[in-house]
Antibody
Framework: QVQLVQSGAEVKKPGSSVKVSCKAS????????INWVRQAPGQGLEWMGG????????NNAQKFQGRVMITTDESTRTAYMELSSLRSEDTAMYYC??????????????????WGQGTTVTVSS | DIQLTQSPSFLSASVGDRVTITCRAS??????LAWYQQKPGKAPKLLIY???TLQSGVPSRFSGSGSGTEFTLTISSLQPEDFATYYC?????????FGQGTKLEIK
């Protein structure tokens, strides 16, 4: 069973960028669907985007288009989420989460059954 | 984008109660709906996928049903550890949106 370990908390200035990592152990990293989900303080869950490493093509929520980049490095079994032009509203807990891809159906159809521990990103001047 | 609306947003119930949470999609999502449970300070936990399939290790008191645009999560007999926030998520098409959440509290 795969396990996901994320990088540590970040404090960033408005206008800067943050890159959060998510390292996988166990399982077949390249064939999982890896998603990024964030949660602002006291708020609900927000899907940001996802990628299947073996295909190396990310799908991002339109809301973050142009600001988010989701990538993977199969050699280190690590996924990355980089968010640029940070603003105070980006202060949140950021999670990576993965699931097995669905073959006959949408890629993420099985949901996200393994989650990282979360990375707090604080944007403050 | 597909919008998901959960009802109710808040639910107060007692141990042993049967509770049902509804998730309505703004368009047909077939059966590509998942349910998650989240406790304070923790990452969400997958309970059900493809609308009605119980994730391995999840107690059988949890069940899901529905297809198309209307879905339900039922807990047959609430246990103390079930008091948490529940989210639905559609996985039919990008972006994989979530409902706003239902907070289940102890009465």
């Amino acid at each position: 069973q795969v396990q996901l370990v994320q990088s540590g908390a970040e404090v960033k200035k408005p206008g800067s960028s943050v890159k959060v990592s998510c390292k996988a152990s166990g399982g077949t990293f390249s064939s999982y669907v890896i998603n990024w989900v964030r949660q602002a303080p006291g708020q609900g869950l927000e899907w940001m985007g996802g990628i299947i490493p073996v295909f190396d093509t990310a799908n991002n929520a339109q809301k973050f288009q142009g600001r988010v980049m989701i990538t993977t490095d199969e050699s280190t079994r690590t996924a990355y989420m980089e968010l640029s032009s940070l603003r105070s509203e980006d202060t949140a807990m950021y999670y990576c989460a993965c699931g097995l891809p669905m073959i006959r159906g949408p890629p993420g159809g099985y949901g996200m059954d393994v989650w990282g521990q979360g990375t707090t990103v604080t944007v403050s001047s | 984008d597909i919008q998901l609306t959960q009802s109710p947003s808040f639910l107060s119930a007692s141990v042993g109660d049967r509770v049902t949470i509804t998730c309505r999609a703004s368009q047909d999502i077939s059966s590509y709906l998942a349910w998650y449970q989240q406790k304070p300070g923790k990452a969400p936990k997958l309970l059900i996928y493809v609308a009605s399939t119980l994730q391995s290790g999840v107690p059988s008191r949890f069940s899901g049903s529905g297809s198309g645009t209307e879905f339900t999560l039922t807990i047959s007999s609430l246990q103390p550890e079930d008091f948490a926030t529940y989210y639905c998520q559609q996985l039919n098409s990008y972006p994989y949106s979530f409902g706003q959440g239902t907070k289940l509290e102890i009465k």
